[in-house]
């Protein structure tokens, strides 16, 4: 059971990573209409999109880092922060 978490979050963290990293929207930002961009409003690179995908991670402590996002200006939760991004619409 432990060896299935570790694959699975692995697998999690490489989707996010590539999808983020290479157009800046997984699937399911695309089916929205969203997607993660620089706070610059430059494309992110793999690095950054691995970043804001571990920064999962801190904002998952007590949704804490999610509901940041309500009152922050520019909305963006904990793991924005971390890896200065934004969510946009397209």
């Given amino acids: 059971a ?3 978490k570790l694959v ?3 697998l999690w963290i490489s989707y996010h990573t590539a ?3 290479s157009t800046g929207q997984t699937p399911g930002k695309r089916f929205m209409g ?3 961009t620089r706070t610059d409003g430059g ?3 793999y690095w950054r999109a691995f970043a804001r ?3 999962y991670v801190l904002s998952s402590f007590l949704y804490i880092g999610f509901l940041w996002a309500i009152w922050d200006r520019r909305k963006q939760a904990w793991h ?4 200065d991004t ?3 619409r397209v």
Avoid: E, N, Q
Avoid at 80 to 83: G, H, W
């Fill in 2 to 4: 432990a060896i299935a």
């Fill in 80 to 83: 924005d922060k971390l890896a």
């Fill in 86 to 88: 934004v969510v946009v």
């Fill in 43 to 45: 494309r992110i690179s």
């Fill in 53 to 55: 995908t571990w920064g």
């Fill in 8 to 10: 699975y979050f692995l």
């Fill in 34 to 36: 969203i997607r993660v």
């Fill in 19 to 21: 999808f983020l990293g």
